[in-house]
């Protein structure tokens, strides 16, 4: 069936759904960056396993002081990184993902967003194999640790050794493969702009109940590192508000998280980064 055309989504009028990682305020400790945020108008965060581990009175307090600042804690990031040559290594990577499914419960996340890892020296189809494998094992504390769990797959120029799950059809279909109610698909704009698929599997992750989060920020033309020179929405090629309106259409009514990896912009005053955040937010989103 094909998938209603829609141009875009409605206006942003509110920062009600607006969710910030805290790896984009990355010169923030936890306490600043969840403090800024609040007193900014958000209503969201997304924590990072640095920003928590970090937070000199532990996780627990972590989770308790962005909830003091009356934010929700949307999801932990990041667990993954499944594959490996050896067992060893992927038993390594089994164990320490549960211990992050651990510190989720303790920090108050519903979420862990995975990156699921990719190893040179085997095949995309190996490793595949592995992350599957890998979710596998997981699966079940998560599921009684009450955590869901978010493949995210990333650009196909991380397949080397960041992450062989590359579309989000390959995201879609290992988390069907696994039947389990825990687990399903974050869709990360800058990851999965260029396909021509997307639109159709956005609807069908709405469908299946699979679509547990959304990010957002911009591939800009020319990127000069292509790790951390994200953009700011509406500097670069991407159409978000399109992108957000077949998200909406999917169903989907959580948070837009912005998640920004840029060296130029964690270089300047976080102040005013946050300002320029919450305008591009308004008006690119």
């Known amino acids: 069936m094909a998938v209603p055309l829609l141009m875009s989504a409605l206006p942003i009028t509110d920062l009600s759904r607006l969710c910030l990682h805290t790896v984009t305020t990355k010169p923030w400790p936890l306490a600043v960056a969840a403090k800024n945020y609040a007193a900014a108008g958000l209503k969201g965060i997304t924590v990072w396993r640095d920003s928590a581990q970090n ?36 038993q390594a990577a089994i164990d320490d993902n549960k211990r992050i499914i651990d510190e989720a419960a303790a920090l ?41 769990l978010g493949i995210e797959p990333l650009h196909p120029m991380y397949a080397d050794s960041r992450c062989a799950v590359n579309s989000a059809t390959q995201a879609l279909d290992m988390a069907l493969a696994l039947k389990d109610d825990y687990i399903g698909v974050t869709i990360d704009v ?25 990010h957002i920020c911009d ?34 009514r959580g948070f837009n998280e912005v998640e920004i990896f840029s060296n130029r912009y964690w ?9 320029q955040i919450i305008a591009a937010y308004r008006t690119k989103s």
């Open 219 to 252: 591939w800009k033309n020319q990127p000069c590192d292509m790790l951390n020179d994200r953009g700011l929405m509406g500097e670069g090629v991407i159409n978000v508000p399109e992108i957000r309106g077949w998200i909406e259409q999917a169903g989907f």
């Open 55 to 90: 937070h000199p009175d532990g996780i627990k307090d972590a989770g308790q002081l962005c909830r003091d600042e009356g934010l929700e804690i949307v999801s932990y990031v990041r667990g993954g990184f499944f594959t490996a040559l050896d067992g060893a290594g992927r």
């Open 108 to 148: 108050g996340a519903p979420l862990i967003v995975l990156v699921c890892g990719a190893t040179p020296g085997q095949s995309l189809f190996t490793s595949r194999a592995q992350i599957a494998g890998g979710l596998a094992a997981v699966l079940p504390h998560a599921r009684a640790s009450g955590i869901k």
């Open 190 to 214: 800058v990851h999965l702009w260029w396909d021509d698929r997307l639109q159709a599997e956005i609807a069908r992750c709405g469908r299946e109940g699979k679509l547990f989060s959304f």
């Open 267 to 275: 270089s300047m005053d976080q102040g005013d980064f946050l300002k």
